[in-house]
């Protein structure tokens, strides 16, 4: 596992891999939706993480982060595309 994100296994990825902000972590957690960004392939977590954490307002932010969160709970959704497990 990475150091930086402990949810990311890493081995395919050739890109940055973001770390796991805390507050997105203990959300996912309170949520009850980490088993679900678990079982995401890794440049999906990756991807949402760098796309949250990137946003430079927080307004944006914040938008990013409920758009992942309604995304996990639907199970169905990546970055506004279809997804299937």
Same mark, same amino acid.
């Given at each position: 596992?990475?150091? +930086? =994100?402990? *949810? #990311?296994?890493?081995?395919?990825?050739? @890109?940055?891999?973001?770390?796991?902000? !805390?507050?997105?972590?203990?959300?996912?957690?309170?949520?009850?939706?980490?088993?679900?960004?678990?079982?995401?392939?890794?440049?999906? +977590? =990756?991807? *949402? #993480?760098?796309?949250?954490?990137?946003? @430079?307002?927080?307004?944006?932010?914040? !938008?990013?982060?409920?758009?992942?969160?309604?995304?996990?709970?639907?199970?169905?959704?990546?970055?506004?595309?279809?997804?299937?497990?």
């Amino acid at each position: 596992m990475d150091e +930086k =994100n402990p *949810y #990311i296994q890493g081995e395919n990825l050739k @890109r940055t891999i973001y770390p796991m902000p !805390k507050e997105i972590e203990e959300l996912l957690q309170q949520k009850k939706l980490i088993e679900a960004y678990k079982r995401r392939p890794d440049y999906q +977590k =990756n991807d *949402y #993480i760098g796309w949250i954490t990137r946003a @430079r307002r927080e307004e944006t932010r914040m !938008k990013r982060l409920d758009q992942m969160v309604a995304e996990l709970e639907q199970g169905d959704r990546y970055m506004g595309m279809d997804y299937r497990e």
